[in-house]
């Protein structure tokens, strides 16, 4: 008897119920429970069988822990063929969400129903890899090739109203899964219903499969797993017959799961679940959170105050006058606005925000009663510590007090108050409505449950939220430093902007760095530098000159119209900016610098190298806990392209000895800039990765 898959009569139905928490993951035991369901419902004469899951949702997948390992019979192609081919009537009645695996056992039964709030999805591009149990063949030829190739190669869930639109379900339901499952087997029993097999229909019409590989491939930016899937569905369409094209989908998908792509984007999906999780918070409480205080309403401040009000959280927003106020809310209103033009906030909702939930002040009285301040104010340590002087003034006993700086001293600010325990730094990312990214900063003071307070209003906001500790920059900006000082070396050694952004692009980032440096205003790496050069630089850092230049000439990037490239009105991508060159040229040949040329290979080789070296650093040095925290960071704040896994899962698959070797190399011509982070050296010396890191905590 199962232990995951209960077995029960009703009359002559046999029910199938999956009990395998959390989400019903398809993992052998689960597979071999529904092989012998649907085997000792046929022994017993049963005339309809019923597939449901218990708890929260049917099954949301194939179990992925058990990807890479040897596979265990029955496999899930098999049985959802074996599940197609039973001559009883096999229906499934699905809640919570139906994915991947999970919705390809749907496509076998015969009949499917689904509770309304129920979603469907062929997931599977996402982790690297394409439905490998028929989806790719009996989805098309449910809901013709079109809207499949939109399920499969964008891995959307779809929602049981839409699903039944398309006809991938027969009906929708409110109720329990078993007992509208239960009826609508009857139903169909009593009115002899055929077996309904997708496997019998029809090969679906076929479109222009090369364009549509393309267009997908380039959509994906590098990620290969999309692009594939459509090779898949041509084969429900051209393949002799549904066998044909299961093999190839067979084929295809084994490929897949061999590839560094998959390696990547399955660590992607265990580590972003894994982040959140600290043995430092295991069983410590969260303090409550029903308003919060937001000071100052610029970039950030409108944006985490918009954040907070989608999230359900009162906000207080203190400025420094009433016109300042003002601004801020109407920065915060265009936000909500967009958010209504997405469709993701309705205008009563929005309009209730603004009227009712989102308080303006100028006086810091206001803030007496919040649970937790986020302060946003100029990047300037004495500003900053007269704020949190008036905040250990005014706040209530427990208030969290938190900082958004990039860069300043978070033990420096907490020291210079009496309540140094409840300051902690989150670090949202611009715009914070919408990044994903929250870096929760831990001081040396910092009490755990406030630390638990940030990761619960993280959670709040939909955010990722990952644990780091004060250096400059903490983990991502720190690293960032490092990888574009990277690119600014080879800049001078001869490569230019444009082909460095274009080299990192193809690798598979969002934006290359000076496309990134326009975006964000070239002012702030212009403020940096003039701070690193008046606290007195080593004289071995590599310095230049050409984006100060710009900036004297009031050059900031997107939002002057013109830096490293010009942008035409309303344009966010731009084209280059033909005073930039000179300016490098007037540099290189001011060092005495000849120039060089570089590979794309090699551009990408450097600046990856450069940005792992960091990494090792920040976790050899403990500001991140784990490899994965720093993958984590570079996916969600930094545009790194998900399916390498973040750059310590790269460097991983690429091996480290490699990176170290060339570390090494190249310190030949700049010792200072390439030392080796000593934990880099270890995992070498040791013959260990940093995965085997994650494990370890
Ligand atoms: N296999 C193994 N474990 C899984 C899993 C899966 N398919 N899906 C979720 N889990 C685990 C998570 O790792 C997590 O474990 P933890 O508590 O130890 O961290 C736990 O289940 C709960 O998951 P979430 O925290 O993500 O819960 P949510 O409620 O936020 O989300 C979900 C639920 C929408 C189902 C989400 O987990 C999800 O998207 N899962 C992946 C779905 C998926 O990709 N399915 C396709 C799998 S590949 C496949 O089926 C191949 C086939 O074609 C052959
Ligand atoms: P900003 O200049 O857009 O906004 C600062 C706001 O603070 C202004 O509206 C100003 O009126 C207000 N302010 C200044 N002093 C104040 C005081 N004493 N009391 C009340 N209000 C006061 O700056 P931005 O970009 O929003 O940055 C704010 C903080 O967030 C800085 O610490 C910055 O380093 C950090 N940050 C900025 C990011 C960005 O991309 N802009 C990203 C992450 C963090």
Redesign the pocket.
């Known amino acids: 008897m199962s232990q995951v898959i209960r077995y029960e009569r009703i009359d002559d139905i046999a029910v199938l119920a999956a009990q395998n928490p959390p989400v019903n993951a398809l993992g052998v035991d689960v597979r071999r429970g529904l092989l012998a369901g649907i085997e000792r419902a046929e022994a017993e004469g049963a005339r309809a069988v019923l597939i449901y899951g218990e708890g929260r949702t049917f099954f949301a997948g194939a179990d992925i822990r058990e990807f890479g390992k040897p596979p265990q019979d029955p496999w899930l192609p098999a049985l959802c063929d074996r599940i197609e081919a039973s001559p009883l009537l096999v229906v499934s009645a699905l809640h919570g969400t139906a994915l991947g695996g999970g919705l390809e056992v749907a496509l076998s039964c015969h009949y499917r129903i689904a509770v309304p709030s129920a979603k469907i999805g062929l997931p599977e591009v996402n982790l690297g890899i394409i439905p490998g149990a028929g989806g790719t063949q009996r989805l098309p030829r449910v809901t013709g090739v079109e809207a499949a190739l939109d399920m499969i190669t964008t891995g959307r869930h779809v929602r049981a109203p839409e699903a039944l639109s398309m006809g991938v379900l027969d009906c929708v339901k409110e109720g329990d899964p078993r007992e509208i499952g239960l009826a609508y087997a009857r139903e169909l029993l009593d009115n002899n219903a055929p077996r309904r097999a997708v496997c019998d229909m029809p090969a679906p019409a076929p479109i222009d499969f090369d364009a549509a590989y393309d267009a997908v491939l380039k959509k994906g930016r590098g990620q290969l797993s999309p692009a594939v899937a459509v090779r898949a569905v041509q084969a429900a369409c051209e393949a002799d017959d549904f066998a044909a094209g299961q093999a190839r989908e067979r084929e295809l998908f084994m490929e897949l799961m061999t590839s560094d792509q998959r390696k990547g984007l399955i660590h992607a999906f265990f580590a972003e679940r894994a982040v959140s999780k600290l043995p430092e918070l295991q069983g410590v409480e969260p303090r409550p959170l029903h308003q919060i205080g937001v000071?100052?309403?610029?970039?950030?401040?409108?944006?985490i105050a918009t954040a907070a009000l989608l999230a359900g959280l009162d906000v207080v927003l203190?400025?420094?006058?009433p016109e300042?106020a003002h601004?801020?809310r109407d920065r915060i209103a265009a936000n909500l606005s967009g958010a209504v033009k997405r469709g993701k906030l309705s205008s009563d909702a929005h309009d209730d925000i603004l009227q009712n939930r989102l308080t303006l002040a100028?006086d810091y009285d206001a803030l007496s009663h919040v649970d937790l301040v986020i302060?946003?104010?100029?990047?300037?340590m004495a500003?900053?510590k007269?704020?949190f002087a008036?905040l250990d003034a005014v706040c209530k006993d427990g208030a969290v007090l938190a900082?958004?700086?990039?860069?300043?001293d978070i033990n420096e600010i907490a020291g210079s108050i009496s309540r140094s325990s409840d300051v902690v730094g989150l670090?949202?990312?611009?715009?914070?409505h919408v990044m994903k990214l929250l870096e929760v900063v831990v001081a040396d003071q910092t009490a755990p449950e406030v630390v638990a307070t940030g990761f619960a209003l993280g959670k709040r906001l939909g955010k990722v939220s990952v644990r780091a500790g004060v250096c400059d920059g903490f983990i991502g900006?720190r690293i960032l430093s490092t990888y574009r000082a990277c690119a600014d070396h080879m800049v001078l050694d001869g490569a230019s902007p444009y082909q460095i952004d274009k080299a990192l692009t193809d690798f598979g980032f969002a934006m290359g760095p000076f496309a990134v440096s326009d975006l964000?205003?070239l002012d702030?790496g212009w403020a940096t530098r003039k701070r690193k050069r008046a606290a007195g630089q080593d004289p071995r850092v590599r310095d230049s000159s050409y984006a100060d230049k710009l900036c004297e000439a009031g050059h900031f990037g997107q939002k002057t119209g013109k830096g490293y490239y010009l942008y035409e009105k309303g344009q966010r991508a731009g084209l280059p900016n033909p005073e930039v060159m000179p300016l490098i040229e007037a540099d290189r040949a001011a060092q005495g610098l000849a120039p060089r040329v570089f590979t794309d290979e090699e551009i990408v080789r450097r600046y990856m190298t450069a940005m792992v070296n960091e990494a090792a650093k920040v976790v050899g040095e403990g500001i991140a806990r784990r490899p994965l925290d720093v993958d984590v960071t570079l996916l969600y704040g930094y545009g790194f392209p998900r399916y390498w896994g973040g750059p310590l899962k790269w460097a991983d698959l690429n091996g480290l000895a490699d990176v170290l070797t060339d570390i090494r190399n190249w310190s030949e011509d700049d010792a200072y800039f390439w030392q080796p982070a000593p934990l880099l050296e270890q995992l070498v010396a040791e013959g260990r990765s940093f995965d085997d890191l994650n494990k370890e905590n």
């Not at 000071?295 to 944006?303: E, K, N």
């Not at 302060?375 to 300037?380: G, P």
């Not at 670090?427 to 914070?432: D, G, I, L, R």
Request: hydrophobic share 45%; net charge negative; glycine share 14%.
């Open positions: 000071i100052g309403g610029g970039t950030m401040g409108a944006g203190l400025e420094m006058s300042a601004a801020a100028t302060e946003a104010v100029f990047e300037d500003v900053k007269q704020v008036r900082t958004n700086t990039s860069y300043l670090h949202f990312f611009s715009p914070a900006n964000a205003g702030i």
